[in-house]
């Protein structure tokens, strides 16, 4: 089976150290029971959070496994055993094809998303991994609208300032070309100005 | 003479520091940053020479003494310790709260205390009842209460407070950098508007023919770094009129402006007068909380001005961000260039106009 | 002693990395045969790499070398493009042939010891690698009794001329359990003649299964899913063939692995990218070879 290209991070080698519990040896089945047991949590739901090598690695399986659910359909064999196999808990089969499948043919992939949390340790870092358009508050606060700072404000004076000095420059040479009589308009403005000084 | 880049570096380093008295290579200098250097507890530059010399620094002492009498009254007036509840709102259920208060003592920046430290050091200004009010002017009656900083979504009333801070800072500067022989009375200034890029100050000097050299403008910003580093807070008072007027004797636009300003008040006999530091001044509006929450700042131009009926005068004009809003180098340039030009804003008031 | 298996193919002298591990061959399997069996008389008729591309699916076998590593740590897609730029560039001067391992080829080089400079080896392609200018083949022959293997790189400078004497397949996509076959079925004739291969005619697939010399063998052929070999289980030492079964049974989970199965492919968006440059440059030769009639 072919994939089209998945929109989030794969890191060049997967990450192998996936245990099933402390102390333990990780093997070949063990990394694909605990990728099951996280998977089956998320798309339960809908927004997890896990130790991000954990995070990075499991968003790639779900990027691939809702792929091939969009791409197939339930109809198709291959397709419903996979989702069969990741979703521990089988009402989550008819979740992913009847709820996800349509959710996610509106959006582009990637269809997840993650948060670095801050932790106490700066060693541990953790992840927030969620599915768009879930239910929730949205992790992140809608920006703000910046326009009334004053750093803002006095940006935008002088931007347009600039832009009036401009205008005028272009006009003023194009009044030179059309009537090159006398004097500049330069000196004619800067009379203008101190005698407005000079009646006040 | 050629000066090497290391020698002028040289030069420019002893002008600012405080042991180098003058000005060695340019002794005709009107400005020096260390009139200002140390502020309280300085030996005038009059204890030695004269008797008794009206000089800044004398008016300045006068005045903060007549202040700080009055406020130490003000507070020694409130005979019994009555309670107010201030109500503040938080971003969320957790941080709301309802404060009991002391009446006529507590102010806003009390209550921040026992709200939270990152309010307590970022709030510029207070809204009571809706109103913009002071951080230092004492709550009155229970009340609803909110702070505002510059990076909120509207800070347009802090924006304002800013920039009327910007204008008591410059004549804060502008009384102190002369030397003794010129006399500086502090006019006004005109109503906060951000859009022509600088906040002002209108100064009658008794200088003929003035325009600033490249050095005392930056002397003069030095003195703003100087009060800006040490934070200090901005202290609000309502004073009876005769009592301004005993404190501005010295200052004839002052005298002037007076009694219209306590008109225009509620109890037609009050104003409204600012310190930082120990100068003296008369505002209507709210200021920040403290200085120490300027981050960029400069004083970028003098433009001489004349008013009518008055005569001339010396437009001091700034710019100036929250320290809040960092501005890289290069935009700040901008800022700077912009507010170099000369600023016409409110050149057609009449001298009895209130200042707000 | 009990050698692990990877220890035991290196002391063998064959890289792991070449052989098909566990995986059907490629020229055999479902997708191949749907692109390779078919008569294509018309170079239309051949199915796109992807719907709704121009490249067809058949450059995959014609021109694997394009294709980039699987090796996500070793793709770099300057790196990539500039190789390609290359191998063409050697492409306008020396012509490589459709080729498949299995097929009889000769290879001609320059030698600055033989007589005329030249030296010319014939043999049975038993492998065919490498990813860009790195591209190899290794033909297989038995000279004077003693089996040969030489190492070609394509895109070598010192490469004169490649010929295919007879373009085949064979039902695996490696051959090394040549090594442990009767030596006629390594042997090639050094004066065979060219046995031109009419354009148009799917490349013929030659079923041979061979029987294995008797035990010791290089290599442990058993636990490798070859299918032009046959061996007697019972023939095997003591041990390996309980190990056998275990050994070919993939674990039951590998199926559904989407992962690995990404990670061990080249995406086809990518695959195309890759193709484009080899497929304008075709273009490019067949209007020239139109335009001059």
Known sequence: MSYDKIRTLVPPKAWKHIKATWGTVPTYAMRLEKIRQMMTGLFRYERIECHDKYGLEIQQYTELLLQEAIKYGPRHKPTMETVDFYMIEKDLVHKTFKLFVPRFARFEPPYTKIHFIPTQNREIKRVLLELKGNPFPPVEPRPLDRKGSLVNILLAEAKRDYVRQKVKAESAKEESRDAPVEEPVEATQAKETTEAIKEE | MMLSRYRKLELICRKFSKNHVRFLSQPNLAVSADNASSTLGHETSSDSSTKAAITNDTIRARRNALFSAEKTRQIESVRRIEKIEVVYRGQNEAESCTLMMNKHLSTPYDCTLHIKQMIARRSALAVVDGKPWDMHRPLNASCDIQFLHFLEENPYEANMAFWRTGSLLLSYVADRAFRDDFFVQVHSWPYQELQPGSFLCDVGINLPEWTPREEELRAMTLIMTRLIAKKLPIERLEVSADLALKMFEDNQFKKAQIPSIAEKSASKERVTLYRVDDHVEISNGPMIANTGLFGRHQLTAVHPVNYHGVGQLYRFQGVALPAQQPLNYFAWNILQNRGRQFNSSSLSIVTDRKTP | ?293
């Open chain 3, 1 to 293: 002693m009990a050698l692990s298996r990877k220890f035991a193919l290196r002391m063998a002298g064959v890289d792991i990395t070449r052989i098909t591990a566990r995986k059907e061959s490629i020229l055999a399997s479902k997708a191949a045969k749907t692109v390779l069996q078919k008569d294509i008389k018309d170079i239309e008729k051949i199915p796109p790499l992807r719907p709704g591309s121009e490249i067809p699916a058949s450059y995959k076998y014609i021109y694997p070398e394009f294709l980039a590593s699987t090796d996500m740590v070793r793709r770099n897609t300057l790196c990539e493009k500039l190789v390609r730029l290359d191998m063409l560039k050697r492409r306008t001067v020396l012509s490589i042939p459709e080729f498949y391992p299995g097929s009889i080829m000769a290879v001609t080089i320059s030698d600055p010891n033989a007589p005329n400079k030249l030296s010319r080896f014939v043999g049975i392609c038993i492998c065919r690698g490498g990813n860009g200018l790195n591209a190899f083949i290794i033909l297989r022959n038995v000279v004077d009794g003693l089996g040969v293997e030489i190492m070609y790189n394509l895109y070598n400078p010192t490469v004169r001329e490649i010929q295919v004497l007879r373009l085949e397949r064979r039902l695996d996509d490696q051959l090394f359990y040549l090594r442990d076959c009767a030596p006629e079925h390594s042997t090639v004739p050094f004066d065979l003649d060219v046995t031109p291969h009419p354009t148009g005619v799917a490349v013929p697939l030659n079923e041979t299964v061979l029987k294995l010399n008797p035990h010791p063998w290089k290599t442990r052929w058993e636990l490798y899913h070859f299918r032009g070999i046959t061996f007697d289980p019972k023939e095997l030492p003591l041990g390996r063939a309980k190990q056998l079964e275990k050994a070919l049974q993939p674990h039951e989970w590998v199926k559904f692995d989407i992962m690995k199965k990404y990670r061990n492919q080249i995406v086809l968006e990518d695959q195309e990218e890759m193709f484009k440059d080899i497929y304008q440059f075709n273009n490019a030769r067949l209007e020239k070879r139109r335009s001059r009639r």
